[in-house]
Nanobody, 125 residues
Framework: QVQLVESGGGLVQAGGSLRLSCAAS????????LTWFRQAPGKEREFVAA????????DYADSVKDRFTISRDNAKNTLYLQMNVLKPEDTAVYYC??????????????????WGQGTQVTVSS
């Protein structure tokens, strides 16, 4: 059974940093692309960052480029999102998601089969 569990969210002041983690179990971690999405209150879930199975390729939303870094440790079955220079507009529930690596890396919510439960990130001004 595929499981994804996020952690590391919390309350931080604008300009601060947080590091999110997503621990995976129940499947061969390195055979999946992994992606972070987020959903703010009253808004649709949106793409944040994605990473290929061997971390050779990454993709970022323009809104987080140069501030966020996605990474993965296949030996630890863990995905990370280092978030720096946080802004109030980064406030959202952050979700990790997995997609088989025999498909292309994607930004589309509907193309991901497995999701974590989410972790809340709140950035105060």
């Amino acid at each position: 059974q595929v499981q994804l569990v996020e952690s590391g969210g919390g309350l931080v002041q604008a300009g601060g940093s947080l590091r999110l983690s997503c621990a995976a179990s129940g499947w061969i971690f390195s055979t999946y692309h992994l992606t972070w999405f987020r959903q703010a209150p009253g808004k649709e879930r949106e793409f944040v960052a994605a990473i290929g199975r061997f971390a050779s390729n990454t993709d970022y939303a323009d809104s987080v480029k140069d501030r966020f870094t996605i990474s993965r440790d296949n030996a630890k079955n863990t995905l990370y999102l280092q978030m720096n220079v946080l802004k109030p507009e980064d406030t959202a529930v952050y979700y990790c998601a997995a997609r088989p690596a025999n498909k292309r890396l994607s930004r589309r919510v509907t193309e991901y089969d497995y999701w974590g439960q989410g972790t809340q990130v709140t950035v105060s001004s």
